[in-house]
């Protein structure tokens, strides 16, 4: 069953984060490349972010498929296989989790044009995705 404290746990850091994000959204470039408190905490809103859509998302999987992601990118595709996420969602989602390994593999070779490209662009996905996952839970909760 998917209604757990582990999921219930990583919606409410995926809120927390995406309230961040959006608060830093109003960062400009100069500030993130200048700025070492700004730039550190606009990096740990993505990371936080990210890495909380990506353990919902196994959750997901572990809840409703037999398959098991061998990368974070997989677990999105999983779900789309899955019908529980539409695949454009599921594309842009596995492209967050690539640039999450960016941010934790390759932090001093961070390229901050695309870091501030993410910023600005990427939160209505992280944001519909967790719409989404309200949307499973209500009706996995709550059936007709």
């Not at 200048?34 to 990210?50: E, F, G, P, W």
């Not at 690539?98 to 901050?112: A, D, I, Q, S």
């Amino acid at each position: 069953m998917i209604m757990d404290e582990g999921v219930l746990g990583h919606l409410r850091e995926l809120d927390e984060a995406a309230l961040d994000w959006e608060r830093y959204r109003s960062i400009t470039l100069e500030d993130l490349r200048t700025d070492r408190d700004k730039r550190n905490m606009v990096l740990h809103a993505l990371l936080v972010s990210i890495q909380a859509s990506i353990d919902i998302a196994n959750h997901l999987v572990a809840a409703s498929s037999s398959r098991r992601p061998e990368t974070y990118r997989e677990s999105f595709a999983i779900l789309c296989d899955g019908g529980l996420i539409p695949e454009d969602l599921a594309v842009r989602l596995s492209d967050l989790a690539g640039f999450r390994n960016v941010l934790v593999h390759l932090y001093c070779r961070l390229n901050l044009d695309e870091v501030y490209g993410v910023l600005q662009d990427d939160l209505p996905i992280v944001n519909r995705y967790r719409d989404l996952v309200r949307m499973i839970l209500r009706d996995r909760l709550l059936p007709e």
